[in-house]
């Protein structure tokens, strides 16, 4: 089941059709994309069971975040050896770095991004994880039966305001506005049974510029929610962003940085497929 924001109303999409839940279910569910976390249950089981016939065209600049508006986004630094060589920090082996992007940075998978003043604004696709139950103090065997689901993640982020301060602090630096694109949407557990193996790609103006399985990362998706939870209560609707692989501007030499015109492409296999131009 793919799970999608379409001109901001909460839809189902299927074959490039797409179904306005709100119409279908006879007002059971409203149109609010984000207040559907809540009841995520109910409103997953009613989906199964929907059969739909014909249905809207899809137009992907309609698209918006399959999570518009989470209370709280995680994310997680240094989850690929790889990408934490070629950044130059040390690899976290018994505690991942754990910092937030902040709410207001998120939007939708398709449109444009303001790149900041600086002109050191950098890519990292992530799979992006997206709570459905919440979570205090559970266990890695029970972690999936927390998750709404998975989607595309972009963690933009400008490098110069991230190494600004000493310690690095990287949450401002990562939430300009638009530094959080998520989507095409939210793609559910029966479709995607094993996140730790799934492959992400990253391509700026057509040409590869990360390429790896999540099978790379150190921490995998029911480590990660388990150690969050010790501390913090996830809620339905949060998202966790679980780190990027190799092969980011910051870890070239030179340095390409983002410049408007850009074309930035982030898909992971089985999910889909995004895109942000940058001005
Ligand atoms: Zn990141």
Redesign the pocket.
Known sequence: MHVATVDGRLSLVRDGRVTDVEKASDGLFGPDPQAVYERWAGFRDWAAGVTVEGGAELEPRLLGSPVPAPRQVF?V?LNYADHAAETGFALAETEPPIFTKFPSSVTGPFGTVALPPGGHTDW?V?LVVVIGKAAHRIEPDEALDHVAGYTVGQ?LSERTLQMASAPPQFSLGKSFPGFAPMGPWLVTLDEIADPLDLGLECLVNGETVQQARTSAQIFGVPDLLARLSRTVTLLPGDVV?T??PAGVAMGRDPQPWLRPGDRLTSRIEGIGEMEQVFR
């Open positions: 994310a630094g990292e992530e963690d962003f780190g990027t």
